[in-house]
C-alpha cells in the first residue's frame, strides 16, 4: 500500500498500525496484514465506508400560491451509503399521513434519495414552515435539513371586537376592524345603516377604529366595517343598541318626608268570601325597606280566612249531629216519645215483647 495518506502508527514484534487520513468510498474493501513466517500467517479486516448524505434541498414551490391551489414539495439529498431516509414536518410537528413518495436512486456507490409532498393550501398554510429531515446513521444526532416558507395569497377576513357588553349613555365607547389577508387589505371603510357616518365631532374613526366620546340614543343603528384587496372583500356588521342609565333610589336620610306607600292584597274563597287588607305607610322615611319585609295585609287575610273555614265547619257540623239524633229517636222508639227514659221506651214502643226483645239495645 503506497498512498500519502496511510501512515505507519506504529511497528513492532507484537502490533503492526496504520491510519488512513482523508477517507473516500474506494478505501472500502478487505484488508489484509501478513506475518512472513515459516509457514506464512495472515488476518484479515474488512472496513466500510459510510456516505454521508448533503443537504437536502426543497423544490418544486414558487411564490406565491392561492388559497386552494394544488402545490407539490420535492426534497432531494445525494451521497449518502447507504439510502438515507426522508421526514417531513409542519412548524415541527411532524407529518405523519403524508402523501410523501419515496424514490431512491444508485449513483456509484453512493444513493440519491426524492421525496415529494403533495398539499392543497388555504388561508391556514400562510406563513407556516414545511422542514425536510434527512436522517442517516452517518449524522449521528445531527441530521440534515432544509424548511420552506409557504405564502398564500387569499382574500380578506373580516371581524368587529368592542370591549362594552351594554353600552350606556354618556359612555365611551371604541369598535376595532380586525381585517386578515394577503396582500394586506387596504384602509377599511365604516359606514352606518347603509350610508356615510354622521358629521359629529364626538365621532372619531382612525384607520381601523371606531371610537364614539359619548354615546346617546342617536348612535343607535348597524355600524358597517369592509375591507378589501385584489383578490376580494369581506364585511362585518355590529348593532348598537345604547341603553339608559340606571336609576337609583336616594338614601332614607334624604327621602322626602311626604313619601307615601300602599300595598293592598285581596285573598278570594271559592266560598265568596272575601277578605281586604290595606296597609297605609305615610310620612314614615323608612317605609321603603319596609316593602320588603312580610306583608302584614296578607297575613291578616289568611287567618281571617282560617277563622271563617273553621266556623263553617262546626256549624255544619253541629247540624249533622243534630239532625242524626233526630232521625234515630224517630225510627228506633217509634210511638214511645213521652216514655221516661230507655227501658219504658223499648216496652211500649210499637210490637210485642218479643220483637223487643231481638232487637235491644241500651243507651248510657
Known sequence: MRD??????????????????????????????????????????????????????????TKPAMEGDQITLTCMTSGSKPAADIRWFRNEKEIKDSQGAKEVNASGKTFTVTSTLQLQVDRNDDGVAYTCRVDHVALNTSPQQTTQVLEVHYAPYVEITHPLVFPQEGQYFKLECISKGNPVPDPVLWTKDGGELPDLDRIIVDGRELTIMALNKTDNGTYRCEASNHL?????????????????????????????????????????????????????????????????????????????????????????????????????????????????????????????????????
Open 232 to 364: 376580494g372583500k369581506s364585511s362585518a356588521e355590529y348593532n348598537l343598541y345604547v341603553y339608559d342609565l340606571p336609576t337609583t333610589m336616594p338614601p332614607s336620610s334624604t327621602a322626602p318626608s311626604q313619601t307615601t306607600t300602599t300595598a293592598t292584597t285581596t285573598v278570594l274563597l271559592e266560598t265568596t268570601a272575601t277578605t281586604s287588607a290595606t296597609t297605609s305607610i305615610s310620612g314614615d322615611p323608612n317605609a321603603l325597606n319596609d316593602q320588603n319585609g312580610p306583608d302584614h295585609a296578607v297575613i291578616g287575610g289568611v287567618v281571617a280566612v282560617v277563622v271563617f273555614v273553621t266556623l263553617c265547619l262546626i256549624i255544619v257540623l253541629g247540624r249533622y249531629l243534630a239532625r242524626h239524633k233526630g232521625t234515630y229517636l224517630t225510627n228506633e222508639a217509634k210511638g214511645a216519645e213521652d216514655a221516661p227514659d230507655a227501658d219504658t221506651a223499648i216496652i211500649n214502643a210499637e210490637g210485642n215483647q218479643a220483637n223487643a226483645e231481638e232487637k235491644k239495645e241500651y243507651f248510657i
Open 4 to 61: 500519502n495518506r496511510i501512515e505507519l502508527v506504529r511497528a513492532s514484534w507484537h502490533e503492526l498500525s496504520i491510519s488512513i487520513s482523508d477517507v473516500t468510498l474506494s478505501d472500502e474493501g478487505q484488508y489484509t496484514c501478513s506475518l512472513f513466517t515459516m509457514p506464512v500467517k495472515t488476518a484479515k479486516a474488512f472496513l466500510t465506508v459510510l456516505g454521508v448524505p448533503e443537504k437536502p434541498q426543497i423544490g418544486g414551490f
